[in-house]
């Protein structure tokens, strides 16, 4: 079975609420992930664009539709924020 999308903002969004420091760490890595001139167009939201994230899940997966581990978002964002200092 496939994972979704929501699936993993709402296992994202319970590690946030359960340690703090991974939610701020979440919130970084999604801030910088972000689309350009996101205000721009609809939906109005500071989203990663669509077509960088098929490419990213391609290039991390093999798989353009792929949705990673809540574990593996989470571990990139420590990596960030221990490894760039962010």
Known sequence: ???SWFGLMATLAGRALLN???GLDLLKMGWAFRR???W???PFLPVPDPTYLRWRMYT???DELAVPPAIDVV???R???ETMGL
């Open 1 to 3: 079975m496939r994972r």
């Open 20 to 22: 703090p420091r991974t």
């Open 36 to 38: 350009r001139a996101w």
């Open 40 to 42: 721009r167009r609809a």
């Open 60 to 62: 991390a997966y093999g």
């Open 75 to 77: 571990r990139f964002a």
């Open 79 to 81: 990596w960030r924020r």
